[in-house]
């Protein structure tokens, strides 16, 4: 499982590689956040340049729920718990 963390504006943000089918949505909504790799699979690029609720947007934009991120409590924020 291939797993990129980051921690950025209280926010812990979870890339699982394994799930991203390379659409871009996450870039296309916070470009100075992640790009994706010569493999076409999303990663961080400086996520903290990134206002935390473009942030979030930008990661609720995932078409697969690749990207999960919990607040300072450890509650899950993306993809929302329904
Ligand atoms: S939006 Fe999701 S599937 Fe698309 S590049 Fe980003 S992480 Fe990958």
Do not use: N, Y
Not at 15 to 41: H, M, N, S, Y
Request: with cysteine; charged share 30%; aromatic share 4%.
């Amino acid at each position: 499982m291939s797993l990129d963390e980051r921690t950025v504006h209280g926010l812990r943000i979870v890339i699982d590689r394994d799930q991203c089918v390379g659409f871009g949505d996450c870039a296309t909504a916070a470009p100075e956040g992640f790009k994706l790799d010569a493999d076409t699979i999303a990663t961080f690029l400086e996520p903290e340049r990134v206002e935390r609720e473009r942030l979030l947007r930008a990661c609720d934009a995932c078409p697969v729920d690749a990207i999960t991120v919990w607040d300072a409590e450890g509650r899950q924020l993306v993809p929302p718990l329904t």
